[in-house]
């Protein structure tokens, strides 16, 4: 039988609603951030560009003074650490004398010569087994390549001047 009078259509449910429109407006969002991924991808490119087009162009006058400014500053600093990398630190002798002299050994005189590795000491002692000591010392460090007694008095009070000459290692001026 053939219906005369119009039956309303059904209506969809409302969850059928609800992720249509979700799915639509996730659709837009996609093809909306594709564009605008783009539009910045463009302008990346052409900054890129003009920056190597920057670094690719010659340079100017004011550069190159610059530049052999910087050179001849840096000349001058290999120049110096070259010179201090050679030089030869003296104090570094008294901190040696002070660790390896006996306690009842007084040293009056000094006579150094750090290129040549040499130094000349006067000194005096209580005695000779004092003395004898501070000679052992000075032998067992490494520091010393050479010792000699040049010289042995006996000086006021019983006590016994000397003269050291030693030959000492190099490094230990560096």
Known sequence: MVEIIPKPAAKLPNWQNILFY???GLLLMTVLTYF??????????TTSKNLEETLAREKTAEEIVLEKEVFGYQRKIEGFSKLINQHLFSSKFFEFIEKNSHPQVWFSKLDLNPVKGK?????EAENFT?????????R??????????????????GRVNFELNLDLDPDLFK
Request: no cysteine.
């Open 22 to 24: 979700f799915s639509f």
């Open 36 to 45: 605008i991924l783009d539009i910045y991808l463009n302008k990346a490119e």
């Open 119 to 123: 130094a000349k000491l006067t000194g």
């Open 140 to 157: 067992a460090n490494p520091s010393v390549k050479n010792l000699n007694l040049v010289k042995i008095t006996i000086g006021k009070e």
């Open 130 to 138: 004092i003395l004898h000591q501070q000679l052992q010392i000075l």
